[in-house]
């Protein structure tokens, strides 16, 4: 699947305006809507933000649809959240449940994903994270915004835990303001061109007595249950869309092995020599 997005330089401004703000402080503006997915133009919409995204971050290559469809994208558990102002919409992100194709960060922490099913815990990813290079001041609000519709609506579909997977470099932001935990060591992402990630996850069930501002920031605003409605895509939407699944999506399955470990301080050294490069704050897929 993909990652969130956001450059290296984007994530470190929003995590100093995010970081010791109270949940009242991050209440979204009332002009945007949050909402899930459920027709064929928010669909189109979000895959484009998402592919525009990728091309910013040079994650991936352009492709003649000019969106960012993966299998997971057409499964029916699996839901694609917006942010919309004005019409238009302005932030994306999508929750994977866990169903036929299993999560996309297995493909690196399969391990850490079976232990999870093993202790019954029911459980998703967050991915594909994309926004419309939103200025900082007005991103952080929305970003808290679409998380939380996220947050409520994972525990309303009954999930226990959310997981991601996230540059090293950006996990102190989600333990500090969302309550994330590490769950999986460094490794190498070969979907998102062999950036390095960390796997963390977000207990929604210990949440409140495990990380107070974490729940504060995601459950202290509720959602109405009418905004958790979900339309599983049509037949002939699933036929449109899956005809133009991008053709450079691939999940290569990667165990823990001291040689895919030993590149990442090569690859840490190399993105902090090229400061300009973009880089996934949640590595897509």
């Not at 169903?99 to 922490?109: A, H, Q, R, V």
């Not at 495990?210 to 049509?234: E, N, S």
Request: charged share 20%; with cysteine.
């Amino acid at each position: 699947m993909c990652p969130w997005f956001i450059c290296v330089s984007r994530l470190w401004r929003m995590s100093t305006a995010l970081l010791g703000k109270s949940p009242r402080d991050q209440r979204p503006s009332k002009s945007v809507d949050y909402r899930i997915a459920s027709a064929r133009a928010e669909w189109e919409a979000a895959f484009k933000l998402i592919h525009s995204s990728y091309l910013r971050a040079g994650l991936s290559e352009p492709n003649a649809f000019g969106m960012r469809i993966t299998p997971y994208h057409l499964l029916d558990t699996t839901d694609v959240l917006i942010a919309i102002y004005e019409g238009e919409p302005i932030l994306t992100m999508t929750l994977v449940g866990d169903g036929d194709l299993g999560l996309p960060l297995e493909s690196i922490y399969s391990d850490e994903v079976a232990i999870r099913r093993a202790m019954g815990r029911a459980v998703a990813e967050v991915s594909c994270l994309a926004d419309r290079r939103l200025p900082v001041r007005e991103f952080c609000p929305v970003f808290v915004g679409l998380s939380r519709l996220c947050a409520q609506y994972a525990r309303f579909r009954g999930y226990d835990d959310l997981l991601i997977a996230v540059h090293p470099k950006h996990a102190r932001l989600y333990r500090r303001l969302f309550g994330f935990e590490p769950i999986g060591p460094l490794r190498v992402y070969p979907a998102v061109r062999n950036r390095p990630a960390v796997a963390l996850c977000l207990d929604l069930v210990r949440l409140p007595e495990a990380h107070p501002d974490g729940y504060r920031t995601l459950f202290g605003v509720p959602i109405p249950q009418k905004a958790m409605r979900r339309q599983t895509m049509p037949a002939q939407d699933i036929a449109f869309f899956g005809a133009m699944i991008d053709p450079t999506f691939h999940a290569v399955p990667l165990g823990p092995d001291d040689q895919d470990l030993a590149v990442v301080p090569m690859l840490l050294q190399s993105e902090r020599q090229e400061p300009a490069m973009a880089q996934a704050a949640v590595l897509p897929r």
